[in-house]
Each structure stands twice: as structure tokens, then as C-alpha cells.
């Protein structure tokens, strides 16, 4: 079975500053991973996704993550960040040629830029 | 642009109501979904759907039912309403391989049981 934790609940951070959400999964076999973003008072949207390929994802809004199989994580990062990222923002696994119908969802974490 | 509406974003319901609440989507995906989610669990799944009148418990089925008649429409009932059915529920839909395609989100259905 997989699992995801996210090992922040919450970040707070100043506008423009650097930021890295940590998320580490485990799972026995090859996994596809995800980030997704919530704005208060709205569901999900997909942030970025890994599949295969480049390690290294980029995502919409300036966001990247990379996997890194030998830690099995999948940080999430952006270099300099706005008031508007403010937000929960979830890791999630789903296992590859499964069909799918499971993705498992970490806790989220709570993203806060202040002025 | 891609749509998965919940009907009804904030509901306010007595101890041992029934409950429907509805969920449409208009991508003509063959997976639905049905999310719990509360502060530091993050989601948990309910049941989910992979064709018309076919259904499949999640991860926390109990105290819920589901229906799907129409592919673009999938129902959560609360068959009797309970206070730690208290939550945020989410409808999702996605294409048949949802391991590798994004999960659509409405944008959440605030329930309140009293």
C-alpha cells in the first residue's frame, strides 16, 4: 500500500522569499505523484505532476518539484513567493497500472505569505 | 473549460436527516469520486464510481450511500445524518486511467450537522 506525508502542517513565510513543502511517499512499486493546490473557500486544482521522464516538474504559477526516487520525495518548491500563493497545497500518490482508482492524499499543508 | 459543479455549497442539517448531495460534471469522464476532508486528515475517500450504476467503497464508506443513474451526475446520501458527518465534502471526475490524469475538483460542499 502507498502513503504520503507531508511533513509540514504549516509554513509561514514573508512575500518574495524562497519556499520548499516537503512531501515523502512509500510504495513497493513505481508510483505517479502530484501536487495540487486549494484557495480558500475552493477545491482542488492540479498543481503539477510527475510520470515519468525529467525529474524535475514545473508546474503552473512558477512552481517546480522534483522527485528524487532514492529518497522517495517530492518537494515542492518556488522561488520567490506572492500573497496570492496562500493556500493548502496537498501531495498525492497514485500507483502506476493500477487503473488507478485510489490516489492517496497527504494531510496538506497550510501555506502562509505574509507582507 | 472543464466543470465539476456541486450543487449546494453550504447545508446546515439535523441529527438523523437524510441528505442528498449532488454532483455534475461535464467532461464525460467515466470516474467519479467522493471526498471527506477535515483539518489535518486531508482527504479521505468515500466511495468512487467507474461507469453508470457502478460504485465502490473508499477508504470510509460507512454512515454513506451513493448513486450514479447518469454518467455526468453522481449523488452522496447521508442516510442518517450524524454530527461527526460534520465536514467538507468533495465531488471529483476523472478519465478512465486516473493514475496517470488529473483528478477535476467541484469546488465543495460545506455540511453542518446539528
Known amino acids: 500500500a502507498q502513503s504520503v506525508t507531508q511533513l509540514d502542517s504549516q509554513v509561514p513565510v514573508f512575500e518574495e522569499a524562497p519556499v520548499e513543502l516537503r512531501c515523502n511517499y512509500s510504495?513497493?512499486?513505481?508510483?505517479?505523484l502530484f501536487w495540487y493546490v486549494q484557495y480558500p473557500n475552493q477545491g482542488l486544482q492540479l498543481l503539477l505532476k510527475?510520470?515519468?521522464?525529467?525529474?524535475l516538474v514545473k508546474g503552473i504559477n512558477g512552481f517546480e518539484a522534483e522527485f528524487n526516487k532514492s529518497q522517495t520525495s517530492f518537494h515542492l518548491r518556488k522561488p520567490s513567493v506572492h500573497i496570492s500563493d496562500t493556500a493548502e497545497y496537498f501531495c498525492?500518490?497514485?500507483?502506476?497500472?493500477?487503473?488507478?482508482?485510489?490516489?492517496?492524499f497527504g494531510a496538506g499543508t497550510r501555506l502562509f505569505v505574509k507582507a | 473549460d472543464v466543470k465539476v459543479t456541486q450543487s449546494s455549497r453550504y447545508l446546515v442539517k439535523r441529527t438523523g436527516e437524510k441528505v442528498f448531495l449532488e454532483c455534475v460534471q461535464d467532461?464525460?469522464?467515466?470516474?467519479m469520486f467522493w471526498y471527506r476532508q477535515d483539518p489535518g486528515l486531508g482527504l479521505r475517500l468515500i466511495y468512487f464510481?467507474?461507469?453508470?450504476?457502478?460504485?465502490e467503497k473508499g477508504d470510509i464508506p460507512e454512515g454513506y450511500s451513493v448513486s450514479r443513474e447518469k454518467k455526468e451526475r453522481f449523488s452522496l446520501i447521508l442516510e442518517s445524518a450524524s454530527t461527526n458527518q460534520t465536514s467538507m465534502y468533495l465531488c471529483?471526475?476523472?478519465?478512465?486511467?486516473?493514475?496517470?490524469?488529473?483528478?477535476?475538483f467541484g469546488e465543495g460542499s460545506w455540511l453542518t450537522v446539528v
Open positions: 471529483a471526475s476523472s478519465p478512465p486511467d486516473v493514475s496517470g490524469n488529473t483528478i477535476y
Open positions: 510504495s513497493s512499486v513505481s508510483v505517479y
Open positions: 510527475y510520470l515519468s521522464g525529467s525529474t
Open positions: 498525492a500518490v497514485s500507483r502506476v497500472g493500477t487503473g488507478g482508482f485510489k490516489t492517496i
Open positions: 467532461m464525460d469522464h467515466e470516474n
Open positions: 464510481s467507474y461507469d453508470v450504476k457502478m460504485k
